[in-house]
């Protein structure tokens, strides 16, 4: 079965700060991708940063990159110089490539808050 | 500009009462799902659709139905039979076989009274 875990329902963080969000995952498929997903208290899904399982290396976009462990089967979110504007939830998500269905497998989610 | 546009954004209904959330997309994508959102929880799959015509069941598809008449069209109707239909509703969409994102709409928030 496929399944995201993510294990921290809620992070504080200083502004400025790095802060790193975990995720760990389970599937038996070598070909997924990993997601993260802002949702801001308005409730819209952002997309910030993508991981393919075959990626030799880490995702990088702007400020976010993915530290992706995959003996570990882990991809844990950094954000770095943390923003007022980052204080949100925060999901991990996975999407299996077998099967053709497209669906995105998402974690409970990560609550951030960032201090000023 | 290109995008998904559910509607509507809060919807209030009597119990026992069908709810249809419109979700329209015009970014050409084959495939489009609905997920539902509890306070504080993760995103669970309610249906999807990979091509017009055709739909699927996703993890928790009892209570509710879908359509897909149109490729931009992906309605979802909340029926009586849904036992707790309060939820923050989301659709989606992303180009069929695609390894991409997803892209989300704004989400219609629906209250069972």
């Known amino acids: 079965a496929q399944k995201i875990t993510q294990t921290q329902p809620g992070m504080f963080v200083q502004e400025k700060e790095a802060v790193t969000l975990d995720c760990t995952y389970d599937?038996?498929?070598?070909?997924?991708?990993l997601f993260w997903y802002k949702q801001p208290s308005s409730g819209e899904m952002i997309f910030l940063i993508y991981q393919g399982s075959y990626d030799q290396q880490n995702a990088t976009e702007g400020r976010y990159s993915l530290n992706f462990q995959k003996a570990r089967k882990s991809a844990n979110l950094v954000i770095s110089a943390s923003q007022l504007g980052d204080s949100a939830m925060y999901f991990c998500a996975m999407r299996v490539h077998s099967g053709n269905t497209g669906k995105l497998i998402f974690g409970q989610g990560t609550t951030l808050q960032v201090k000023p | 500009d290109g995008g998904i546009t559910q509607s509507p954004k809060y919807l209030f209904r009597k119990e026992g009462q069908n709810v249809t959330l419109s979700c329209e997309q015009n970014?050409?994508?084959?495939?489009m799902y609905w997920y539902r959102q509890d306070p504080g929880q993760g995103l669970r799959l309610i249906y999807y659709?990979?091509?017009?015509?055709?739909?699927q069941k996703g993890d928790i598809a009892e209570g509710y139905s879908v359509s897909r008449e149109k490729k931009e069209s992906f309605p979802l109707t909340v029926t009586s039979a849904q036992k707790n239909p309060t939820a923050f509703y989301l659709c989606a969409s992303s180009i069929r076989q695609s390894t991409g994102e997803l892209f989300f709409g704004e989400g219609s928030r629906l209250t069972v009274l």
């Open positions: 970014l050409n994508h084959d495939a």
């Open positions: 659709s990979q091509i017009v015509n055709d739909f």
């Open positions: 599937t038996s498929d070598p070909s997924y991708g």
